[in-house]
């Protein structure tokens, strides 16, 4: 999800990549947390909440080990990051998320289910993308179902836009992935646009890809499904030049 607001540029840019300055992951929404997801914060925000730091993050004293590690950018109310997470233990989890509830909720999922490979950063994901992961250091980046900005005028709100996508790339290592999924088919069009025009990136499919099995159908996504709404998930790899 996006918003228009403005920051300076992190310091800490490749060189070459320009910051996607108005860019945000995020709208900020307004939303009454719940009484257990105000206790998930009590008991299980200091284990489990990543603060934002302007400087690069050791991921392994992070997670409290050395795993390959997925950022997924907006989580919503997470419950598939929950199901991803306990599919894939040997898997670290970074996950940006600005919305109170769908922190709260998370962290409550995370307690229930006995989660640990799961660290979450309360902040704007363009701006952790940016100053706290180094480059090559992700194996994997997930965004799914962003906002979508219907309306014409506010296309360039979308997340998914060049510069992020090279930031994006230069984060991950060679081999790591990056995995979008969106039901709006004019975004999904961006998308794939976007992502095949990045220099780092190869597409694993001709243009969308199946939907891979560690992403689950959300409650949401199956009542669109049932009504005759389509998905699309786009999968792109990063490979060496002419790989």
Request: contains cysteine; positive net charge.
């Amino acid at each position: 999800m996006t918003d228009t607001g403005k920051y300076p540029a992190p310091p800490s840019a490749p060189e070459g990549v320009a910051h996607p300055r108005a860019i945000r992951s995020f709208v900020r929404r307004a939303g009454r947390i719940t009484t257990g997801q105000s206790r998930a914060f009590d008991e299980w925000g200091q284990r489990f909440l990543l603060p934002y730091q302007p400087a690069p993050v050791d991921l392994a004293a992070a997670f409290g080990r050395d795993a390959p590690t997925i950022l997924e950018i907006g989580f919503g109310m997470g419950e598939a990051t929950a199901r991803i997470a306990a599919l894939m233990p040997q898997t670290n989890f970074l996950c940006c998320e600005v919305h109170q509830p769908g922190v709260g909720a998370l962290l409550k999922r995370i307690g229930e289910n006995n989660l640990t490979n799961i660290r979450i950063v309360q902040h704007d994901a363009v701006e952790v993308v940016g100053h706290m992961l180094a480059p090559g250091s992700l194996s994997g980046v997930h965004v799914f179902f962003p906002d979508p900005w219907h309306k014409l005028r506010h296309n360039k709100r979308r997340l998914i836009q060049p510069p992020l996508v090279a930031l994006l790339a230069t984060g991950l290592r060679q081999g790591g992935y990056i995995h979008c999924a969106t039901d709006w088919e004019p975004y999904a069009q961006q998308m794939l646009e976007v992502l095949a025009a990045e220099p780092q990136l190869r597409n694993t499919a001709e243009a969308y890809a199946s939907r891979p099995d560690y992403r689950p159908l959300t409650k949401f996504e199956n009542r669109g499904l049932k009504l005759g709404h389509g998905v699309w998930d786009l999968v792109f790899r990063k490979t060496p030049a002419g790989g």
